[in-house]
């Protein structure tokens, strides 16, 4: 072995209820996700250092899932800057999906997750890289605690270095929290039935129409094209006051500082018109918004 080689372990402990033996298939889940985050996290060194990680055979009884980490080019005696990295790496991966607690976030800049609620939480960029849902580590890291989620038999997954004291424990309840949310995008769709004022309408199928939704001025593309025809025919005559009652698709886009969804100002789609409404009629529609 070679001087300049610092050996160190980190050791996944499945607690089982009732010292019943876990099934290969979490085993092998759990070392696949735990090699894919600490993967991710080498990718993310900024130095270009030789790193080996082997798995100790398992011993009789134990649960324990034990890896080998060599950072080979650490000075001798010295802690070596790429372990110490994976172990803070894992530790905030952890820590990070505990508090999000399964909630739908989004990640904006280098280093701030922020969740649907308005919170934020300021991770390192390396939390970010394994927090990314595109992330190889978060997505072994999904199915291995899918696995261990229908294993009845495991009731807790520890995560220490060596003989020392756990750094991080996931209980049994937390295991969820690590499937990635849905639509974590930054833009999304939503589909209303709503009356709209009429600013300006446009008599061209590439052309948008402006109008006024929930006292906000948007643009939107006319996809109804009966009511399109009528319009460029003649068929519909507009004068000022005029609304639409129709069902609309809002193009939305998240907003890191309020936490919300906001409409964009273009993008939007009248998906159909059901009644050109004149200044002197009334709706019951109007000033409402209804999901569709």
């Known amino acids: 072995m070679p ?27 759990v070392m696949l996700a735990v090699d894919k985050l600490i993967d991710d996290i080498h990718k993310a060194y900024a130095r270009d250092e030789e790193f080996v990680r082997r798995l100790r055979p398992f011993e009789s009884g134990s649960f ?32 990070v999906k505990a508090q999000l607690a399964g909630r739908k976030y989004t990640i904006t800049g280098n280093n701030v997750i922020v969740i649907s609620g308005g919170e934020h939480i300021k991770v390192s960029p390396t939390g970010i890289i394994l927090l990314d849902p595109k992330s190889s580590g978060a997505k ?7 696995t261990l ?5 495991i009731r807790e997954i520890r995560f220490r270095r060596g003989k020392s004291q756990p750094f991080s424990r996931v209980p049994r309840q937390e295991f969820a929290y690590y499937e990635i949310p849905e639509s974590m995008e930054e833009t999304r769709s939503k589909t209303v039935r709503a009356v709209v004022g009429i600013r300006q309408p446009a008599f061209d199928s590439d052309l948008v129409w402006r109008i006024v939704w929930n006292g906000q001025k948007i643009s939107a593309t006319m996809e109804d094209k009966d009511f399109l025809e009528r319009a460029m025919s003649g068929g519909e005559i507009f004068s000022q006051k005029d609304r639409l009652d129709v069902t609309l698709v809002l193009k939305q886009e998240y907003d890191p500082q309020s936490g919300q969804w906001i409409n964009m100002t273009r993008e939007h789609v009248i998906r159909k018109v059901w009644k050109h409404i004149r200044p002197d009629e009334q709706l019951d529609l109007e000033n409402t918004v209804h999901d569709e």
């Open 3 to 29: 001087d300049e080689q610092e050996v160190t372990t980190l050791v996944t402990e499945l607690e089982t209820a009732d010292g019943n033996a876990v099934s290969v298939q979490t085993a092998v889940d």
């Open 64 to 95: 324990e899932i034990v890896l080998e980490l060599m950072a080979m080019a650490a000075p001798l005696l010295m802690e070596s800057p790429l372990l110490a990295m994976v172990f803070r790496g894992l530790k905030e991966f952890l820590a």
């Open 140 to 146: 072994a890291a999904e199915k291995a605690f899918n």
């Open 149 to 153: 989620e229908h294993d009845s038999g």
